[in-house]
């Protein structure tokens, strides 16, 4: 696939693109894939979905990793569905980490996640870029691998007769990154086929993860693996391994790193959890939009799934009227296959504004990607967009997106 565009190449040189102008496509700008952690068994999944969804455009989102990207884009080109090629890091600034400021995990201060939307395709990341990011990726698996063998000790001193090896584990629930989603899911299944009964599996997790486990979860897969995942292998649980800081990079290393690669910096905004509460860092919109410009970081995404729709609502349009390019997604990085149609909390549809923001990002982003695959001058990551260009590009990525569905 030498040049992904292909289909475009003479439109555009005899300016023959076609648009439908106005119409708001759906868009789902970020899901993970199993190459990092996902709900779908394949690549091949979100993209099936996507058609049975009327989604227009589907923007991969993994961790470290561009492996995906060829799958992706092949299924993309037969299903008619516009590709965007992401990719996310996890940052540590360390000041704020001293400080105690958390910036978009809630649960450790000084970590941040960053994505970077609309890469080149075929993948253009220097050595040196290259050579970064597959430390990141060993320095991260060194660090689960430690904690299966801390769950091993753990195991040892139950009546539960249960071991694992950490190689067998990544090579049979994982692709290139290896997390404790995965130890998770493979502890669960290994109880599920030791145990036939659910009082005997229920049994079994109480003694393991050293609490109860109601009924009601026991048969959700997705609940039930999130409960294991927080009492054995984060902090405080008795298989967790504290992260290294060699398993991160500073937000101005990962800044480059996504620049490198021809990708727009781009800040996942956690926003309101169920209980109303905000980081330290998102407590103050008006001051949360001028670091952010102040650190080189011009757009911003956010999951409306974890979020009250009255509190999105008000901060897109904040950040909307303050010049920032906005998308929406799932993520969909948890054993739950919910659909690809992104809500808000409990299930509230975006309204027609939102829809509206969520396609504009995403044009901006598909006029990106076209032209840095094609050399050329896309999303401004040095200075702050001014509208004309934006509007420029938002008109590129609304044509591309038409002319690839009608291909």
């Not at 996640?113 to 698996?141: C, D, H, Q, T």
């Not at 109480?206 to 109860?212: M, Q, R, S, T």
């Not at 027609?352 to 969520?358: D, K, P, R």
Request: hydrophobic residues 40%; contains cysteine.
């Amino acid at each position: 696939m030498e040049n992904f565009y292909f289909f475009l190449s003479k439109k555009i040189q005899n300016q023959k693109l076609i648009s439908n102008s106005g119409k708001i496509r759906k868009v789902n700008g970020h899901i993970h894939s199993p190459y990092s952690f996902s709900a779908f068994s394949d690549i091949r999944e979100p993209l099936s979905m996507a058609v049975a969804e009327g989604i227009a455009v589907l923007g991969i989102n993994d961790f470290y990793t561009t492996d995906g990207y060829r799958g992706f884009a092949e299924l993309a080109l037969e299903s008619k569905v516009f590709p965007l090629f992401n990719i996310e890091f996890m940052a540590l600034q360390k000041e704020e980490q001293k400080a105690g400021v958390r910036i978009n995990d809630p649960q450790n201060p000084g970590r941040t996640y960053i994505s970077g939307k609309g890469l080149a395709y075929p993948v253009s990341f220097s050595e040196r870029a290259k050579a970064k990011m597959e430390k990141l990726m060993l320095e991260s698996n060194r660090q689960t691998y430690q904690m299966v063998d801390k769950l091993n000790l753990h195991l040892e001193g139950t009546s539960i007769d249960l071991r694992f090896s950490a190689e067998d584990l990544h090579r049979n629930h994982a692709r290139n990154l290896f997390r404790e989603r995965h130890i998770a899911t493979a502890l669960r299944n290994a109880v599920f086929e030791e145990f036939g009964t659910s009082e005997t599996r229920k049994a079994a997790l109480e003694l393991i993860i050293g609490a109860e486990v109601p009924e009601s979860i026991l048969n959700d897969r997705a609940i039930l693996e999130n409960e294991i995942r927080n009492r054995l292998l984060k902090a405080g649980g008795p298989a967790y391994i504290p992260e290294d800081e060699s398993a991160f990079l500073s937000l101005d290393e990962v800044l480059e790193l996504i620049i490198d690669g021809g990708g727009i910096p781009c800040y996942p905004v956690l926003l309101d959890d169920a209980k109303g509460n905000l980081t330290d860092f998102e407590a103050d919109f008006h001051v949360m939009a001028q670091r952010l410009k102040d650190k080189g970081i011009y757009m911003i995404e956010l999951i409306p799934g974890r979020n009250d729709f009255h509190v999105l609502k008000d901060f897109v349009t904040l950040f909307d009227q303050q010049g920032f390019t906005i998308t929406f997604g799932t993520e969909h990085n948890t054993p739950k296959l919910d659909p690809l149609t992104v809500t808000c909390r409990g299930g509230v549809p975006l309204d027609a504004h939102l829809m509206q923001i969520n396609y504009r990002g995403a044009c901006i982003i598909a006029a990106h990607q076209y032209l840095v695959s094609e050399g050329k001058e896309g999303f401004p990551t040095r200075n702050f967009p001014n509208p004309d260009r934006l509007n420029e590009l938002a008109r590129l990525g609304e044509s591309i997106i038409d002319n690839f569905t009608n291909s």
